[in-house]
């Protein structure tokens, strides 16, 4: 338990100094922070069992994203990151709230890339067929809170998701 809760102050302690970096014109700095972090980033994403870790990492990999755009830390691991964020988008087991990270989390990373590049990914047409899918998620139970939540955090996730990827 201590260590997982290390390893999340560790991951939102580094999104937040990466916005820092980058805000700071330091790109270069940003980039070599990261790199050695993404084999643990990579890790976590293929096992999203522990959710709230999970959460934590699908959110650094949105900060990286946005702070270090195309260089080697998303383009070398995107087929990787893109892989893993679909499992998590596809598992009936993972937490529901995991779903919403992770669709923006794949338009952080389409607009990191560029559309010429996230175009031309095996990934594009499976990203789009899930977050078809996600779209047609519709609210069962208008008094269950936590579902309307769920849908509404769902759809702002996807009009920011789709938004990267077509820009």
């Not at 050695?36 to 522990?50: H, K, N």
């Not at 892989?83 to 992770?102: N, Y």
């Not at 338009?107 to 047409?125: E, I, K, N, Q, R």
């Not at 008094?143 to 820009?167: G, K, N, S």
Request: with cysteine.
């Amino acid at each position: 338990e201590t260590a997982i809760t290390s390893l999340e102050d560790l991951f939102l302690a580094l999104g937040s100094l990466l916005t820092e970096i980058t805000e700071s014109g330091s790109v270069d700095l940003a980039i070599a922070l990261v790199a050695p972090f993404m084999p643990y980033v990579l890790g976590i994403l293929a096992r999203p069992d522990e959710a709230q870790l999970c959460r934590v990492v699908i959110g650094f990999v949105s900060d990286v994203a946005r702070s270090c755009k195309a260089s080697a830390p998303v383009t070398s691991n995107l087929d990787t990151l893109v892989s893993s964020l679909q499992r998590i988008l596809q598992s009936p087991t993972c937490q529901r709230d995991l779903k919403s990270l992770a669709i923006t989390a794949l338009g952080d990373l389409a607009g990191a890339v560029g559309g010429p590049v996230w175009c031309s990914t095996p990934h594009f047409t499976s990203t789009f067929t899930i977050l078809s899918m996600a779209s047609g998620i519709e609210i069962t139970d208008e008094d269950d809170l936590d579902e309307v939540d769920f849908v509404c955090e769902l759809r702002l996730a996807l009009v920011e998701a789709i938004t990267w990827i077509v820009q």
